[in-house]
């Protein structure tokens, strides 16, 4: 934008805020820097990018072994919860007991 330098490409954990201002980090982003002033210029492929780590945000994957998913399966059902809300319950109750 400001027309003085040359633009290079760069891989840069970039930190982002959300519409609610939380913080997340897109790590080893693309993107053009201006050598002059340090613009940062995004592609469309870094907008993705950040949208698509932006939805996963604060979410974690986990895989079970199937005799620990059916253990958790049982114990949610017991307890009226999906197995979501119980694993997360389960790791918010271990978490304060430490």
Do not use: W
Not at 46 to 69: F, S
């Amino acid at each position: 934008m400001c027309g003085q330098g040359t633009t290079h490409i760069e891989k840069l954990d970039y930190k982002l805020k959300d519409e609610n201002g939380r913080e997340f980090v897109v790590p080893q982003l693309e993107v053009e820097v201006c050598g002059f002033c340090g613009e940062h210029i995004f592609n469309m492929q870094a907008v993705r990018k950040a949208r698509q780590t932006q939805g996963r945000a604060g979410k974690i994957l986990i895989r079970l072994q199937p005799t620990l998913q059916n253990a958790l399966a049982a114990r949610a059902q017991k307890n009226k919860r999906s197995i979501t809300q119980e694993a997360q319950h389960l790791l918010e109750t271990s978490l304060a007991a430490n």
